[in-house]
């Protein structure tokens, strides 16, 4: 794939930016290993100002790096406003809790002092997708550059003009060179770059197919490796809860990010006896929803998918499931198949078997299924090969709890949309990958975990 801006909206290329020579990429491999030797002898104070800056950078210039992110991967402009200010939140957050988090831990032993002590690995390099592409690199960066690492991004091909905005906050708020530097590759050079030695770890959010090609790359090269890939939410409805409040919740759910998103809700799950009114609800709601020009209109809620190839599969899902004995309850779908533009649809009465059972939909399709009671609702979320996120909605609080810990997934929410935090760790289970990232997991994610014991002087 070229590595270009092509506005998603237009299909039109805006920028084409060549690739990265051999040279080139020794070159920042070796500024890396040279920056990590300097970086990790820093204090926590030190690299605590400079993330605040870089923080407070992506605050005060909200718009400016917004639009980046609109332009290149289509998403409205106010989603991506938020998006912005959510990497700024995470700068700021491990600014003020790395230290505390990689404080040494003492252990009781026989020794005069044993204890645990959290020491950086080196040059973590990075794969990222384009659909949340800020947030999803700033998140793994925040917490591996206040360890002490140093970040090298190898990002999606069709967003490089974000990749090269984000190595922008680090060198413009004082960063020393080489700290975090952005790579414009194609995906076939990712293997030689696992395999060189000064690359120490990997982290990679995408597909499940990126996941286990890079996982099998490194596990080769005995490398450390976090993964966050694909995810088929469940968003599981009791007979309970008021059908009306959380049929509106169902919509937006459903277009986090136009449905581009891992963690978007994808698999509706309704108790029998609220399923019919629940259904026409979160159909109405769903045609509620507005588009347009991602760049121009503020009042929109969901824009293009990010390319029109990215369109064209989900249609193609949408027809093999049909054809496998789907129903298309609400239409939707591709006006154009020129264009990157996707309704609203819902898909009803999935067995398994179906493609709809068991693929994820990226994209605006909300797949939905009908149990007949707790028990089979639970059942149905776990039968999928994902584990990211889910949801529970109930009126009985303490139920919903005790439902969530049944669900299989990284993270569950009850009577809420599932969404990050810094304060969380993020991750998934089966096919949805391994390793968390965000809270205080997720910054031990790569670091040497060392047993320092201490003994009495011999005599």
């Not at 917004?66 to 332009?71: D, E, F, G, M, R």
């Not at 957050?93 to 080196?122: C, K, N, V, W």
């Amino acid at each position: 794939m070229a590595i270009q801006t092509l506005n998603p909206y237009t299909n039109k290329v805006e920028k084409t930016f060549e690739a990265a020579t051999s040279q080139q990429i020794e070159e920042t491999l070796q500024k890396a290993d040279t920056a990590f030797q300097a970086w990790r002898t820093t204090t926590f104070s030190q690299r605590a100002t400079l993330m605040q800056r870089a923080g407070d950078e992506l605050a005060g210039n909200t718009d400016y790096y917004a639009k980046i992110i609109t332009l290149e991967m289509g998403k409205p402009l106010a989603q991506a406003r938020g998006e912005v200010t959510k990497c700024a939140m995470v700068c700021h957050y491990y600014a003020q809790h790395a230290e505390e988090f990689l404080q040494e831990e003492d252990i009781r032993t026989s020794a005069l002092r044993s204890f645990i002590s959290f020491e950086p690995l080196g040059t973590v390099l990075a794969v990222m997708p384009w659909n949340f592409p800020f947030w999803q690199v700033f998140r793994f960066a925040a917490p591996a550059l206040m360890a002490g690492n140093v970040g090298l991004l190898k990002h999606a091909s069709n967003v490089p003009q974000c990749a090269l905005a984000i190595q922008e906050v680090f060198d413009k708020v004082g960063f020393p060179e080489g700290c975090f530097q952005s790579l414009l590759i194609g995906s076939q050079e990712v293997e030689q770059l696992i395999k060189d030695d000064r690359i120490k770890a990997v982290t990679l959010t995408g597909s499940e197919a990126a996941g286990a090609k890079v996982a099998a790359v490194a596990g080769q090269e005995i490398k450390k490796t976090v993964l966050e890939l694909g995810g088929s939410d469940a968003f599981i409805v009791l007979a309970d809860a008021d059908v009306e409040a959380v049929a509106k919740k169902a919509a937006n759910a459903r277009l986090i990010n136009t449905g581009q998103s891992c963690i978007a809700a994808k698999r509706f799950i309704l108790e029998k006896p609220i399923a019919e009114a629940f259904l026409a609800a979160f159909s109405k709601n769903l045609q509620k929803k507005k588009t347009g020009n991602p760049l121009e209109d503020d009042d929109i809620d969901y824009g293009p998918m990010a390319r029109v190839d990215l369109a064209q599969e989900l249609t193609q899902q949408v027809e093999r499931a049909v054809a496998a004995g789907a129903h298309l309850y609400l239409p939707g779908g591709q006006p154009d198949p020129d264009k990157a533009l996707f309704h609203p649809a819902i898909l009803t009465d999935i067995q398994p078997g179906n493609p709809a059972y068991e693929e994820e939909f990226f994209g605006p399709v909300a797949l939905v299924f009908i149990a007949k009671d707790v028990e089979e609702a639970v059942k149905i979320a776990n039968d999928s090969p994902f584990g990211l996120g889910g949801s529970v909605w109930t009126n009985d609080v303490k139920r919903g709890q005790e439902l969530a810990k049944q669900v299989e997934a990284g993270a569950v929410f009850v009577n809420a949309i599932v969404a990050s935090d810094p304060a969380l760790p993020f991750g998934g289970v089966k096919k949805s990958g391994y390793g968390r990232e965000l809270s205080y997991l997720g910054i031990r994610e790569f670091v040497n975990q060392k047993t320092i014991w201490v003994g009495e002087p011999q005599e």
